[in-house]
């Protein structure tokens, strides 16, 4: 009998699914110029590909805790919720993962009218929507998202992503 492979590629997954969510130079600008109301002007210069978000802090690798919110600063949460093994199968079927993205509430609205954290969303999708990830498989945004008022001073928006295996078709039956 085999060793079980159940849960052992997790954390290797999901930093696959984030390396191009954070090498996005639009998502690095809504996320770090906070301060400016249109975080794609062209006159802003480029921010750092080096940026580690993880290190600093913004991206978090677990649930929702309001209580790592910090006065004027964007956290994204982005955690695995639902693990599907495929019938029992040793190997990954499907992953599902819950993005919250958690934002100042006074930067919420852009100066185009737009909101931040739609448009770090749209970057997201634009990357990860419907495109297979090397690695891991097909990725799709899922369901709906969800938009609310979290604490005094901060709003946010959470939806959910579907990954499937590389190797699904393979694991049905």
Do not use: H
């Amino acid at each position: 009998m085999n060793a079980s492979l159940k849960f052992k590629f997790i954390g290797q997954n999901t930093f696959k699914l984030l390396q191009p969510i954070v090498k996005n130079q639009n998502i690095l600008r809504y996320i770090k110029y906070l301060d400016k109301d249109d975080p794609l002007d062209k006159k802003l210069p480029d921010i750092d590909m080096r940026t580690d978000l993880i290190t600093d802090g913004t991206i978090i690798l677990t649930p929702f805790d309001k209580n790592v919110l910090a006065k004027e600063k964007i956290k994204i949460f982005f955690t695995p919720i639902d693990i599907d093994f495929g019938n029992g199968k040793d190997v990954l079927n499907t992953t599902y993962y819950m993005i919250d993205i958690m934002v100042p509430t006074s930067k919420w609205r852009l100066s185009n009218g737009e909101f931040r954290a739609y448009m770090i969303a749209y970057e997201i999708a634009q990357i990860i929507d419907n495109k297979n990830i090397a690695g891991l498989g097909k990725v799709n945004i899922v369901d709906r998202a969800i938009q609310g008022k979290v604490t005094d001073t901060f709003s946010g928006l959470n939806f959910k992503i579907a990954v499937d295996s590389a190797n699904k078709s393979v694991n049905k039956g």
